[in-house]
């Protein structure tokens, strides 16, 4: 993995919960304050500039942490990708998927509390990719878990192959996704600048003042690209 959560590991498990394949229906409103923030060596906090369509640079030590938080009630997924194929599913944990919605006014940070994300250098470029939904994505739940629940531990040539396959098939959904989105969508259309009210203490509070507010039909997706 080429980048870390300082002091935290969310569980990664196979369930046997049966999800029913089916893509969400589209078509309410999707809106909710975001912003990623960097924290470097030095201890500054300065805003990764995320809206940019293009590669981020990021300095190797630098420390990531996502802000969210739900105008209206949400699903939230954000996958890491590294330029060597390592593929994770990031957030939410794979045995929330079924049952986790962000209600409206509940803010919350990715990772939370002192945890952050470390970029470690080991590979030269990484990717989040991030989707907000107004309704649950089973199909995209489905998938993920497929991959998650894929097991080549053991050395198995047939394990190995279902890896494989399954991520192919999850990257293949996250494309789709990524190419399904409204056709005048442009992030400097959506972007609003934001009062921020205080309500959250110390870091955080340095984190959320950099906001903003995103308010779109259908739903949201993004892909943030960082090299370093």
Not at 93 to 118: R, V
Not at 130 to 159: H, P, W
Request: charged fraction near 25%; include cysteine; proline fraction near 5%.
């Amino acid at each position: 993995m080429r980048i870390r959560i300082i002091g935290i590991l969310f569980f990664i498990g196979c369930f046997a919960s049966i999800i029913t394949a089916g893509y969400p229906v589209f078509g309410e409103t999707v809106a909710f304050e975001f912003t990623l923030a960097q924290l470097d060596k030095n201890g500054t906090i300065l805003p990764v500039p995320w809206e940019k369509n293009k590669r981020i640079p990021i300095k190797t030590g630098t420390r990531l942490k996502f802000y969210f938080k739900p105008i209206k009630n949400v699903y939230l997924y954000i996958y890491y990708e590294d330029s060597e194929n390592y593929l994770d599913l990031i957030f939410p944990p794979a045995q929330m998927l079924s049952e986790k919605k962000y209600p409206t006014g509940d803010s919350f940070f990715i990772p939370a509390e002192n945890q952050w994300f470390l970029i470690d250098g080991q590979v030269p470029r990484d990717k989040f990719y991030i989707f907000i939904f107004d309704k649950r994505n089973k199909q995209l739940e489905k998938i993920t878990r497929d991959y998650v629940c894929a097991d080549d531990t053991d050395g198995n040539e047939n394990n190995k192959a279902d890896v494989i396959l399954s991520k192919h098939t999850l990257l293949e959904e996250i494309k789709r996704l990524l190419n399904k989105s409204s056709p005048d969508f442009n992030d400097n259309n959506l972007i609003k600048i934001i009062p921020f009210s205080g309500t959250i203490k110390g870091i955080e509070e340095e984190i959320a003042c950099y906001a903003r507010i995103i308010e779109t039909k259908n739903f949201y997706a993004k892909t943030i690209e960082m090299e370093h």
